[in-house]
């Protein structure tokens, strides 16, 4: 089994940063990836970014390219999200998710909201 914890949500100003961070225990040798994935209520959760489970590779989604990045420390089996230029826009729920060859996990998520 695996655990994935979120934090680092809260309340920003447009323009400002956050730093969010999900940290995994349990079975986690098998990972290939973790996400982070958004919400707003009443839309589709949709992806933000992506890092190989090595570290080595990173994706993001177009919207949040250049202004979020997405990091790793494999010593803690914590992945990071750095948000710079926050927007109104950028204001969801933000899910963390752990591929692994058999399956996904998510955490329970962290709200974050902007401010205009």
Known sequence: QVQLVESGGGLVQAGGSLSLSCAAS??????????????????????????????????YADSVKGRFTISRDNAQNTVYLQMNSLKPEDTAIYYCKLVTVDTDYWGKGTLVTVSS
């Open 26 to 59: 349990g079975r986690t040798f098998s990972s290939i990836a973790m996400d982070w994935f958004r919400q707003v209520p009443g839309k589709e959760r949709e992806f933000v970014a992506r890092i190989t489970w090595s570290g080595s590779n990173t994706f």
